[in-house]
T-cell receptor
Framework: AQSVTQPDIHITVSEGASLELRCNYSYGATPYLFWYVQSPGQGLQLLLK??????LVQGIKGFEAEFKRSQSSFNLRKPSVHWSDAAEYFCAVGAPGTASKLTFGTGTRLQVTL | GAVVSQHPSRVICKSGTSVKIECRSL??????MFWYRQFPKQSLMLMATSNEGSKATYEQGVEKDKFLINHASLTLSTLTVTSAHPEDSSFYIC????????????FGSGTQLSVL
């Protein structure tokens, strides 16, 4: 069965500092990989996704993620965090090629200090 | 981009009543829709998968008689929480796929259900 692990429940960074949120997955093959952001009481917004090809994926709001097959990881990064980036971040995996359900990690809550 | 509209965004009801949540795909045909439940400060847990014109597939542990899902058209799926109880209070989110697989999956903005 597929699973997603986000080891950091809560992270605090200063505005302007760099950010890396970790995500590890377990899947039989290379799944589709996603990062979503959720503001309090809101739905999910897709930041970026990886299907195949270039392992460094660029997303919205200045985020990027790197797929590392050898480590089964898909870590999310941002060079300089803004206060508005404070939110909950979810990593998710999905089976490629089908309209299948996503499996989400438990999320990482990002707090940004000024 | 594609939009999924979820309504209502927030509902408060008395214990024992039923609540219906709607999920609409506004500019694409959603052959498959998913319903998730999220408890405070936890991840999204898939409740069920619905395909247009057929019965929903429920995840293990989800009571299908309590959480009724109808996907009667390619643009609308509904989740009805029957005889709601306080333990049903949660954030419910739908997502919709437009035939393209999980790479074309769009989420609604969620419904906060509070059962008194």
């Amino acid at each position: 069965a597929q699973s997603v692990t986000q080891p950091d429940i809560h992270i605090t960074v200063s505005e302007g500092a760099s950010l890396e949120l970790r995500c590890n997955y377990s899947y039989g093959a290379t799944p589709y990989l996603f990062w979503y952001v959720q503001s309090p009481g809101q739905g999910l917004q897709l930041l970026l996704k990886y299907f195949s090809g270039d392992t460094l994926v660029q997303g919205i709001k200045g985020f990027e993620a790197e797929f590392k097959r050898s480590q089964s990881s898909f870590n999310l990064r941002k060079p300089s965090v803004h206060w508005s980036d404070a939110a909950e971040y979810f990593c998710a995996v999905g089976a490629p090629g089908t309209a299948s359900k996503l499996t989400f990690g438990t999320g990482t809550r990002l707090q940004v200090t000024l | 981009g594609a939009v999924v509209s979820q309504h209502p965004s927030r509902v408060i009801c008395k214990s024992g009543t039923s609540v219906k949540i709607e999920c609409r795909s506004l500019d694409f045909q959603a052959t498959t829709m998913f319903w998730y439940r999220q408890f405070p400060k936890q991840s999204l847990m898939l409740m069920a998968t619905s395909n247009e014109g057929s019965k929903a597939t429920y995840e293990q542990g989800v009571e299908k008689d309590k959480f009724l899902i109808n996907h009667a058209s390619l643009t609308l799926s509904t989740l009805t929480v029957t005889s709601a109880h306080p333990e049903d209070s949660s954030f419910y989110i739908c997502s919709a796929s437009d035939r393209g697989g999980s790479e074309k999956l769009f989420f609604g903005s969620g419904t906060q259900l509070s059962v008194l």
